[in-house]
């Protein structure tokens, strides 16, 4: 007992030394000592580390980080400021329950603790699953079998081992930890294979086969040892034990829901106006003396440019790693909805603008919800709705809109010039400049910006993809197989189905925005007579930046096997290895094009914040200066500082802006509907104005 207490006595003494806090808890004869560290004044970095005296090994640890194994004596990455816990037992059934505080120290490790809240509070709203709450289908995801592949800790991407020995014979009854298997690396290293699960063991690589992480081409699987199968169905366990859900966000039903909705009330006009959609869009309509500041296509290239993002490449990335193959197919089809969903938006947007005597326009939803619900009776509805968006337009314009992409865009480039790692500040300074030097203009400036910028960043990205899936073109048919058994097989359907349903679904609905409402603010500064012609413009939009931009993305990883790859690496990284395996250099291009994404995405969406801030504030120029400066701020600051909750915060806003958006266009879906029979009769009457230069081409 002495000993014990020098010993904690020692530990104490020693916290001025460690920068950390030491807490003793007594169970029976097991004595735990946790110790807190916050090594940095990076947020999001905290450690807590358990060390025991007496018990009976081994020990077990489950702690509130999901991520954290339950052998795991330690856990990193906690957020500073927040309550987390962990729960000691021994096998003698001894227990410590410790629940435990890491200080938080800088100012952005204090200001994120304050935030987090809120993340949770407005992520309960967006992700909130009303299906599993009424008890209509169990959330919890179930398995038959657990695969066994090569241990990603000990073993990379391109390593390859020889299966030198079964020490488990095939149908043999297996436990959890026995040593199953031995394998030897081409450096006559030698590597010890457990059983993750108990059961039956199903060999699947062969004595004397050779296996690595990377599956082979054209085979779409990831290169698997075995298999153990259950007798019956066990849930899937997060690493620290709890039980893995696939849940159904409500914001994921609401935009996909109000796709659906408009895609059959406008009578599957995604498919019936695609056409024109593209005559739009080349100019064939152009009027030059209708009101408006922008072309058709500068309003499309604008509404692209704020879409096609990061969440294209890292996001897309994720997705499919998580959810597999099959989650293309949802997310093609997601994509395919919310083209009428936009058509809806982007039609309002332009009816219900106002242009003052200076030729300055102001649109969007702000507008159509205030003014549009007005005509209907329903003001102060229509009025709140407005406000409500507004504010959320404003906070994600800030976030979402900007720090995130200027925050990943440094990440990125100073991946590929490490001259600039640690400069965040001065290359947050220099982003700011080039944004700056588009945004002064207003929307004119950043039309003729984003009409140049997004064709190449489109074209470069795609003709990429097109190398890469060129290079396995003879795998095409095995690819597409791939996707669709994923998206519909019986196994899927166990408890898998749902969650690549919505990887697939969710990322759609974020890549477009479709619902949102952003892009009706860029659309309404189009010059046009018709505002359902801008509906039909805005069709194209969903059809690039999520139909083909993410699909190709998408296609990118399954032919090179990286969507099977459990690798733990970032969405962005797993892309740029997916192109590296078949052009080395093409990361660097991927950074450019990354750069370019983010760049056209902040000068997109500085126009959306812009707009919102002048309907909560004021229409006067001093009114825009503001808030130009105060956005630009924000540029820095996204590139110089880890802002984590902050950022998640703000990206929430984005989705958020749903909410009182498609509440209107419920309303207006009428109005809709009336306003493009009448632009139909006028398009099929040749009643429509048609540029003279497209007269002399065709005749």
Not at 4 to 28: D, M
Not at 106 to 134: H, R, Y
Not at 372 to 381: S, T, V
Not at 395 to 417: D, H, P, R, T, W
Request: glycine share 10%.
């Amino acid at each position: 007992m002495i000993k014990s207490r020098l010993f904690t006595l020692l530990a104490l003494l020693l916290i001025p030394f460690t920068n950390s806090i030491a807490q003793v808890e007594l169970s029976g004869e097991m004595e735990v000592y946790l110790e807190l560290l916050n090594p940095s004044s990076e947020i999001n970095n905290g450690v807590a580390r358990v060390s025991i005296e007496g018990g009976l090994a081994p020990y077990q640890y489950k702690w509130s980080n999901v991520n954290t194994p339950l052998i795991a004596a330690e856990s990193v990455g906690l957020i500073e400021g927040l309550e987390h816990s962990v729960i000691i037992s021994d096998a003698s059934g001894n227990t410590v329950s410790k629940k435990f505080t890491i200080p938080a120290k800088s100012i952005p490790e204090i200001f994120n603790s304050k935030v987090q809240p809120a993340v949770d509070v407005l992520g309960a709203v967006l992700f909130w699953d009303a299906f599993a709450t009424l008890g209509i289908y169990d959330p919890v995801v179930y398995v038959s079998h657990k695969n066994i592949p090569l241990p990603r800790i000990e073993v990379s991407t391109s390593e390859e081992y020889q299966v030198k020995k079964w020490v488990a014979a095939e149908g043999s009854q297996v436990n959890k930890g026995d040593t199953i298997a031995l394998l030897e690396s081409n450096n006559n290293i030698e590597l010890s294979i457990h059983a993750p699960a108990e059961g039956i063991l199903e060999q699947v690589s062969k004595e004397g086969s050779v296996v690595s992480r990377m599956p082979e081409t054209g085979s779409f699987k990831a290169p698997l040892l075995g298999v153990i199968q259950f007798q019956n169905p066990q849930p899937l366990l997060y690493p620290n034990g709890d039980i893995k859900t696939n849940n159904i966000p409500f914001i994921v039903i609401w935009l996909i829901l109000g796709s659906i909705f408009f895609t059959i009330r406008l009578k599957f006009i995604n498919i019936r106006g695609f056409k024109h959609s593209i005559d739009l869009a080349r100019g064939k309509y152009n009027d030059p003396d209708a009101p408006g500041t922008i072309t058709h296509f500068q309003a499309m290239a604008t509404a692209v440019s704020a879409t096609v993002g990061l969440g294209n490449i890292a996001g897309v990335a994720v997705a499919i790693s998580l959810g597999g193959a099959g989650a293309t197919f949802w997310m093609f089809l997601a994509g395919f909805f919310g083209m009428s969903l936009k058509f809806a938006e982007c039609t309002l947007g332009v009816k219900y603008r106002f242009i003052d005597d200076e030729g300055r326009i102001f649109g969007g939803p702000m507008n159509y919800l205030r003014y549009g619900l007005e005509k209907r009776n329903l003001k102060r509805l229509g009025k709140f709705l407005a406000i409500l968006f507004a504010v959320l337009g404003v906070g994600a314009s800030f976030g979402g809109g900007n720090m995130l992409q200027s925050n990943q865009a440094f990440k990125i480039v100073s991946e590929q010039i490490p001259v600039l790692q640690g400069q965040g500040f001065w290359f947050g300074i220099g982003f700011a400049v080039l944004v700056g030097a588009v945004i002064i203009g207003g929307i004119k400036s950043i039309a003729k910006v984003t009409e140049k910028v997004v064709p190449v960043m489109a074209i470069l990205y795609v003709l990429g993809c097109l190398v890469v899936i060129g290079y396995h073109f003879e795998y095409l048919g095995g690819a597409f197989v791939a996707i669709f058994d994923g998206a519909f097989s019986a196994e899927a359907l166990k408890g898998g189905f749902i969650g690549v349903l919505i990887l697939g679904l969710q990322r759609a609905a974020f890549s477009s925005e479709a619902g949102v409402g952003s892009a009706a603010i860029a659309h309404s500064a189009s010059k046009t007579n018709h505002p359902i012609a801008d509906g039909f413009t805005s069709l194209v939009e969903p059809f690039i930046d999520t139909m083909l931009i993410c699909t190709m993305t998408a296609l990118v990883l399954i032919f090179t096997g990286m969507h099977e790859i459990n690798s733990g690496i970032g969405g962005v990284e797993l892309t740029a290895d997916a192109f590296g395996s078949v052009v080395s250099w093409f990361p660097s291009v991927l950074a450019v094009a990354v750069f370019l994404f983010a760049f056209s995405t902040m000068v997109s969406w500085s126009y959306y914040g812009m707009r919102s801030w002048t309907f909560l504030f004021g229409r006067s120029r001093k009114v825009e200066i503001v808030y130009k400066v105060l956005y630009l701020g924000f540029v820095v600051l996204g590139a110089s500082v880890s802002l984590g909750a902050v950022l998640s915060f703000a990206d929430m806003m984005i989705l958020a802006m749903s909410f009182p958006n498609i509440i209107g266009l419920y309303i207006m879906a009428p109005e809709i509907n009336a306003d493009m029979k009448i632009y139909w009769q006028k398009l099929k009457a040749g009643k429509l104005f048609i540029n003279p230069k497209f007269i002399k081409t065709e005749d």
